[in-house]
């Protein structure tokens, strides 16, 4: 369960969930899928490599999911079971989702890790690929289900346009 120790937390799979995490539709739709049992970092992981082009079985390195399972997990249950306008607890909670927060930034950067040798230099790469991206999905669904098909093609249909609008926003001379 111990990641490896030459993880760099600021990397290209980091940059692009940032990227992705400041679209409010995206983010919305990975907290749902994520209160229906999946993985926000899967899904992140499944949206960066489709949009690098890899496809994705599932996979993850060794040591991730149970490190999913023991540390990011009950953190984000520990915040959740927090009154949200508790004054008194406010800091608590605060410090309990940032360090849920690390404890996903780690993942990101294992799965980073992991893929690297495929994957070089993938920051600003675009989703322009719908269908690599819904079967990278399905492979991020939690036991390989298939029964959030309507959030996935939301999500999938809100990656492809924040895709598109950053590959126009460039175009014209601007940046994303």
Known sequence: MTPPDSLRLDNPLWQ????????????????????????????????????????????EPDGLTEWRHQVTEPLRSLRQRLPRDHEGIAPLRHDIKSAELSSERTELAWIHAWHDRECHNLLNCPVDNPALLTRNLRAAAPGQRNTEETLMIQLTDALFCSGKQRRDTDAQGGTA
Do not use: E, H
């Open 16 to 59: 692009f969930a940032l990227r992705l995490w400041n679209d409010d539709a995206i983010a919305n739709i990975c907290l749902s899928l994520q209160g229906k049992g999946w993985s926000v970092t899967r899904i992140l992981t499944a949206a960066w490599l489709a949009a690098n082009g890899v496809r994705w079985d599932g996979r």
